[in-house]
């Protein structure tokens, strides 16, 4: 059922829209000002330009120092270079202290005066200078006439001057000093390298110093100390009776081991005689001739043994003549059985004076074994006083050898202690020279970020200024979901005109159209024609009925031949928006009979070349977009203007309006349309008749 509105009814407020910052607006206000811009921008650079060329420059020197250990074997101390001490002179804290040292108030004090200071103005503005800028002084504005002393003047400046830093991932330290005078800046640097070099071989030579004195106090103490020592040892020696013989061992020690030498060789010459002995017993017992070492030694063993080769040499020489039982060979034989029992009565004495000899070295091993036990006992007295020596012993020899420790460090010491066998851990690889080139100020940087800094100060300030007035902002849009274009455009059943029926709302709830459009979603849906079909008229039903169905729908008519807007006497519409001289509010109408919004073409904008082209167009049908459900635009046809394919950008659907006996045209528009970017063309056939002029809504401020 259609709902009819009162002709009376209250404005129906359009949503509200979001706004962003138009850029090409802000641009263009930015560009008519740009003389303003460019005279500040020339001011600056005139003026910074003037303001540097004024500026007394500056000249910077730097000199460069090696950190390393420069002791050779020759004028080190003894053991004092090791690894270990190499890496903590040269790790990067150790590094940085050397910094600190060069930038020391001692070190720059000594710079100040050796090299004049106070004569420069530069460093000291007591130097010179007019009288105003001692009143400055006086109130601070100048360091003219400040109550800082002189001397803290010149190290301010001096502080400010110079530059001392580690040269990254090595160890050289940078020392650089600006001054108006170049040359004066590379004496400087000079002068703080080779300065600081001094302090570091004064400190070692400081320190040696008083290690030398320290040692020879020490010595003298230490000297008092082995003396007294020494005499304590002697002392308790005599009163203990323990005198020290050959290789400093005690008489009871030597006589430990000389009686433990006597029964040894005691008992070895006992265990001898009387093997011996017993040796010669067996070899007698079991007949066999005495042929051992010691009874072939013997005289009387070596006599007989001789008569008896003697006689065996006659019986020999007898028997190849005579016979044995010859009286001769009788003798000869009896001879030699007598000397035979004379050799075994030799050795069997023989054995027993090695008997003899063995009972004698028993009873000395006794008699040694009895002395050494009495020298055991009188040992063993004397052990506690021995404990008591070699304590005292090993006191004196303590004292002693740290002393000669000491003597050798003194004599150490004494020999470092002359300037030149001291060498800093440092030295100058690289000595400062005079610069050409002025350090500060750099004119051209200088001038350059002036000028910049200038440029957009005013650019900031003249686009806040656009800001706060407001001209600058558009309404924000949406970008519209991508669509598909179809191939080939569903045609929808024709639609009888009826001439005296002036709308086409049954024809279009009647045919699948508005359950199309309603399938398509929300957004902009374009209607448009081949020709003279009335696309006006089919796209406001259109509307008319998606307003009936609930949905927030509003109908824009841009159709300049046929439109109903205009023949309904509208006001306003979108040539006034697309101008600016009317808002929103003010441009859209209610359509009484409907719930449909509508936004007619308008007065000053009656050509549609000139809608298409114009700049605030996506602004508009974005916030329409937003804020409407549906947004259905009637034109006429598009296919002649090249602005045409801006509408196919926002179009959700395309909605093409051809008579039955020309749909071929139609087909060849859906073609041209979907190659310009329309989405999801659908062709409406209508039957042909003699248009009949419709009667215009009647329209009521929205």
């Given amino acids: 059922?259609?709902?009819?509105?009162?002709?009376?009814?209250?404005?129906?407020?359009?949503?509200?829209?979001?706004?962003?910052?138009?850029?090409?607006?802000?641009?263009?206000?930015?560009?008519?000002?740009?003389?303003?811009?460019?005279?500040?921008?020339?001011?600056?650079?005139?003026?910074?330009?003037?303001?540097?060329?004024?500026?007394?420059?500056?000249?910077?020197?730097?000199?460069?120092v090696l950190i390393e250990n420069r002791e050779t074997p020759y004028n080190q101390a003894q053991g004092e270079r090791s690894p270990e001490r190499d890496r903590t002179l040269?790790?990067?804290?150790?590094?940085?202290?050397?910094?600190?040292?060069?930038?020391?108030?001692?070190?720059?004090?000594t710079i100040v005066r050796d090299l004049k200071f106070a004569e420069r103005p530069e460093f000291n503005p007591n130097a010179g200078g007019s009288i105003m800028d001692g009143v400055l002084g006086l109130v601070g504005l100048s360091r003219r006439g400040s109550p800082m002393s002189g001397e803290d003047r010149m190290l301010e400046r001096y502080f400010e001057r110079i530059a001392v830093y580690q040269v990254d991932k090595s160890r050289v330290i940078a020392i650089e000093f600006q001054s108006e005078d170049a040359e004066f800046a590379a004496r400087v640097a000079n002068a703080v390298?080779?300065?600081?070099?001094?302090?570091?071989?004064?400190?070692?030579?400081?320190?040696?110093?008083?290690?030398?004195?320290?040692?020879?106090?020490?010595?003298?103490?230490?000297?008092?100390?082995?003396?007294?020592?020494?005499?304590?040892?002697?002392?308790?020696r005599i009163k203990s009776n323990l005198y020290v013989g050959p290789n400093n061992n005690t008489l009871s020690a030597m006589s430990l081991g000389e009686l433990n030498t006597q029964l040894a060789a005691a008992r070895t010459k006992k265990a001898d005689a009387e093997t011996k002995a017993r040796l010669i017993r067996d070899i007698l017992k079991n007949g066999r001739p005495v042929e051992t070492s010691e009874v072939l030694n013997s005289e009387l063993i070596r006599r007989l043994n001789e008569q008896r080769v003697t006689l065996h040499a006659q019986l020999a020489e007898q028997s190849s003549t005579l016979l044995e039982q010859h009286p001769r060979i009788k003798e000869l034989r009896a001879q030699i059985a007598d000397l035979e029992a004379q050799?075994?009565?030799?050795?069997?004495?023989?054995?027993?004076?090695?008997?003899?000899?063995?009972?004698?070295a028993s009873a000395q091993a006794e008699a040694v074994l009895v002395a050494l036990d009495q020298q055991?006992?009188?040992s063993g007295s004397l052990n506690s006083q021995d404990v008591q020596l070699r304590a005292l012993e090993r006191d004196a020899k303590s004292q002693r050898d740290l002393l000669e420790t000491y003597l050798s460090r003194y004599r150490d010491t004494v020999s470092r202690e002359a300037p030149e066998a001291v060498q800093p851990d440092a030295r100058i690889i690289s000595r400062a020279l005079p610069s050409n080139k002025v350090h500060f100020p750099k004119k051209l940087p200088i001038v350059f970020i002036a000028t910049i800094s200038a440029l957009i100060a005013m650019i900031g300030f003249l686009a806040m200024a656009e800001l706060m007035r407001g001209?600058?902002?558009?309404?924000?849009?949406?970008?519209?979901?991508?669509?598909?274009?179809?191939?080939?455009?569903?045609?929808?059943?024709?639609m009888p005109r009826a001439a005296a029926k002036p709308e086409f709302a049954d024809s279009v709830r009647a045919g699948p159209l508005t359950a199309q459009v309603r399938n398509m979603g929300r957004g902009i849906v374009i209607v448009t024609r081949t020709a003279h079909e009335p696309s006006s008229e089919l796209a406001f039903d259109l509307a008319r009925e998606l307003a009936n169905g609930g949905a927030r729908s509003l109908f824009v008519d841009l159709d300049v031949e046929t439109a109903i807007s205009q023949r309904a006497s509208v006001r306003?519409?979108?040539?006034?928006?697309?101008?600016?001289?009317?808002?929103?509010?003010?441009?859209?109408?209610?359509?009484?009979?409907?719930?449909?919004?509508?936004?007619?073409?308008?007065?000053?904008?009656?050509?549609?070349?000139?809608?298409?082209?114009?700049e605030r167009l996506a602004i508009v049908l974005g916030a329409v977009a937003q804020s409407y459900e549906h947004v259905i635009v009637a034109t006429p046809s598009l296919l002649n203007y090249s602005y045409a394919s801006r509408l196919g950008r926002f179009a959700r659907g395309t909605v093409v309006v051809a008579i039955e006996d020309r749909t071929a045209a139609g087909v060849a528009a859906v073609d041209r349309l979907g190659g310009m970017g329309f989405p999801n063309i659908a062709i409406v056939a209508v039957a042909p008749s003699v248009p009949s002029p419709k009667t215009p809504p009647e329209v009521a401020a929205a």
């Fill in 572 to 614: 306003y519409g979108i040539g006034d928006l697309l101008l600016g001289k009317v808002s929103f509010a003010e441009a859209i109408q209610r359509d009484p009979a409907s719930r449909v919004h509508i936004l007619g073409i308008g007065q000053v904008m009656p050509d549609i070349a000139a809608i298409l082209s114009a």
């Fill in 90 to 109: 040269l790790d990067a804290e150790a590094v940085q202290s050397q910094v600190q040292l060069a930038l020391s108030r001692d070190l720059a004090r």
């Fill in 193 to 236: 390298a080779e300065g600081y070099l001094k302090l570091q071989q004064q400190a070692k030579q400081d320190t040696i110093k008083q290690a030398g004195q320290w040692l020879s106090g020490e010595i003298d103490r230490l000297r008092m100390r082995v003396a007294e020592a020494e005499s304590k040892v002697e002392e308790f």
């Fill in 343 to 360: 050799t075994r009565l030799a050795a069997d004495k023989l054995a027993r004076s090695f008997d003899n000899d063995a009972r004698l």
């Fill in 471 to 494: 001209d600058v902002y558009r309404v924000a849009l949406r970008e519209p979901e991508p669509m598909l274009v179809e191939d080939e455009a569903p045609v929808v059943p024709a």
């Fill in 376 to 378: 055991k006992k009188m």
């Fill in 1 to 64: 059922m259609r709902r009819q509105y009162p002709n009376s009814a209250e404005s129906m407020p359009v949503p509200p829209t979001e706004s962003e910052l138009d850029l090409a607006a802000l641009g263009r206000a930015l560009w008519a000002r740009k003389f303003a811009i460019l005279s500040v921008t020339a001011l600056a650079a005139v003026l910074s330009f003037a303001a540097v060329s004024m500026i007394t420059p500056r000249y910077k020197s730097e000199a460069r």
